[in-house]
């Protein structure tokens, strides 16, 4: 089962600008991660957020997290068209498995 | 190329027959993982193993699934007398355990198809 939920489930923007997506999730974690994912490929590992911060940057992007609102979100800067993918957050508990989401879209046009 | 391999990459089969799918992990990683993901999902997870064991196993892998991991290093996932709901990508995913915070490493899936 999924833990929880990227918003929106689809999001197409123009080369240049910011792509923001959202991620809620249901139970306590102790990190939160982003992979991407091109159409039939296997997943990439973007970037990671432990439960005792709050944001994070990595070149162009930069992620939240909110343990009291159990929710993240994913920034893109100045998108490119090769941003063009599935995002998915993924959570991780006590246990040693990564909880997936439902994924997030981005159509990035020139 | 010391990625994770998978194979084959795509797999067309009948109901009813068996499918056995390999991955290859990095070599230095200790854990691999298995899920599966079916079209406009997230990954589900199916089972990993830590070196030769099999320490989790998800309730969505029926008697038909079966996982080894012999010796610590590839993993073979089959599926017996397969059903059309099985039709889905399989992603192995490998990592070196480093506290909690561990990152995985995905190969690029098998596709499987069920007749």
């Known amino acids: 089962s999924q833990q929880g939920e990227e918003d929106p489930q689809a999001l197409s923007i123009q080369e240049g600008e910011n792509a923001t997506m959202n991620c809620s999730y249901k139970?306590?974690?102790?990190?939160l991660q982003w992979y991407r994912q091109n159409s039939g490929r296997g997943l990439v590992h973007l970037i990671l957020?432990?439960?005792?911060?709050r944001e994070k940057h990595s070149g162009r992007l930069r992620v939240t997290l909110d343990t009291s609102k159990k929710s993240s979100s994913l920034l893109i800067t100045a998108s490119r068209a090769a941003d063009t993918a599935s995002y998915f957050c993924?959570?991780?508990?006590?246990?040693?498995?990564?909880?997936f989401g439902t994924g997030t879209r981005l159509q990035v046009t020139l | 190329d010391t990625g994770v391999s998978q194979n084959p990459r795509h797999k067309i089969t009948k109901r009813g027959q068996n499918v056995t799918f390999r991955c290859d992990p990095i070599?230095?990683?200790?854990?691999l993982y298995w899920y599966r993901q079916t079209l406009g999902q997230g990954p589900e997870f199916l089972t990993y193993?830590?070196?030769?064991?099999?320490?989790?196993k998800s309730r969505l892998l029926s008697d038909r699934f079966s996982a080894e991991r012999p010796k610590g290093s590839f993993s073979t996932l089959e599926i017996q007398r397969t059903e059309q709901g099985d039709s889905a990508m399989y992603l192995c995913?490998?990592?070196?355990?480093?506290?909690?915070?561990?990152?995985?490493?995905f190969g690029s899936g098998t596709q499987l198809s069920v007749l």
């Open positions: 995913a490998s990592s070196l355990i480093d506290s909690i915070n561990e990152k995985l490493f």
């Open positions: 139970t306590s974690i102790n990190n």
């Open positions: 957020i432990r439960s005792n911060e």
């Open positions: 993924a959570t991780a508990g006590t246990a040693s498995k990564l909880t």
């Open positions: 070599s230095e990683h200790n854990r």
């Open positions: 193993f830590q070196n030769e064991a099999q320490l989790e």
